[in-house]
């Protein structure tokens, strides 16, 4: 099976502060992978070792089986739309398509037109005076239309309206279905990440706390309520998330393969938002193993 990603011990550090360390996975391509975490986990810092923007200051990473920005031809291989859907406001959509052209060896000037025709923009207006939704769409077709097998985006949508957000999660899940490329997508917003993607990492603290497929992920985790009781009296196949008590009830965020049988407790399947605030929530995070398996 081909890799869109693989990481061993992946770590990037600024001075005496680690951005992302210890960071161990292996992505299989064709997935559209959703990257989550709060703010100054490590996911920008990831999505630039992923594209060359970056070197690793540990471990190792292989974007498509080969090193990130090594060669003109590994970087025509990957398409990065960054977090401010950067374009250059004097500049006409027209002359974006013309610099696209002349910066891409596999750029599909065909396919970029039909796009901008179909979004409806003159493609004689200046990208200053386009819209936020608008800018972003720009931004996209340029990631598409240099025919990527992998495509790296950075909070794409995060100043979006939910209409313009709808707009661009729409075209971008066409592309993906058109041209069967891999995209990883960092993102705030879960119910977006639910509405598009079919694998997750989760990121807290500059280390992966949980990666694998979506399906399998909420398979695999569950909600148990019932009267209280301490973690070590639960089954030792019932890795704990998270978990919350009063003075006579335990509520516990699992995750576990085996079946549950004890009576004792209301179990409740997970939304991916769950599973991803009760990774997400530091007050448990010391109570995690320190290795991450990653469920597929």
């Not at 996911?43 to 630039?48: E, Y």
């Not at 957000?165 to 041209?179: K, P």
């Not at 639960?234 to 965020?253: C, I």
Request: charged content about 25%.
């Amino acid at each position: 099976m081909n890799t869109a990603l693989q990481a061993q011990g992946l770590g990037r550090r600024y001075g005496k502060r680690w951005a992302l360390r210890e960071f161990t996975i292996d992505i299989p391509a064709g997935h559209v992978v959703g990257l989550v975490g709060p703010n100054g986990a490590g996911k920008t810092t990831l999505l630039k070792l992923a594209s060359g923007q970056l070197e690793p200051t540990a471990g190792g990473i292989t974007v498509l089986g080969g090193r990130p920005g090594d060669t003109p031809a590994q970087l025509a291989r990957v398409g990065f739309v960054a977090q401010d859907t950067p374009v250059y406001a004097s500049l006409s959509v027209a002359d974006h398509l013309r610099l696209g052209a002349r910066l891409n060896p596999r750029w599909d000037a065909a396919m970029a037109r039909d796009r901008i025709a179909r979004l409806g923009l003159d493609p004689a207006q200046r990208a200053g005076r386009l819209s936020g939704g608008q800018r972003a769409q720009l931004a996209l077709t340029l990631g598409l239309a240099k025919r990527p097998e992998l495509l790296i985006l950075d909070e794409p949508v995060a100043s979006l309206d939910p209409l313009a957000r709808r707009e661009f999660l729409q075209g971008l899940m066409e592309a993906t279905v058109e041209h069967q490329f891999s995209v990883v997508l960092s993102s705030h917003l879960v119910s977006d990440l639910e509405r598009v993607c079919d694998f997750l990492i989760v990121l807290v603290d500059s280390r992966v706390q949980v990666a694998g497929e979506v399906d399998k992920l909420l398979a695999t985790h569950h909600r148990l309520t019932g009267p209280r009781r301490d973690p070590d009296r639960l089954p030792a196949d019932q890795h704990v998330v998270a978990a919350r008590h009063t003075d006579r009830q335990s509520t516990y965020v699992i995750r576990t393969d085996a079946p549950i049988h004890d009576p004792a407790w209301t179990v409740t399947q997970l939304t991916l938002e769950d599973l991803v605030l009760a990774y997400m929530d530091k007050r448990t995070a010391g109570n995690r193993r320190a290795a991450v398996e990653v469920q597929r």
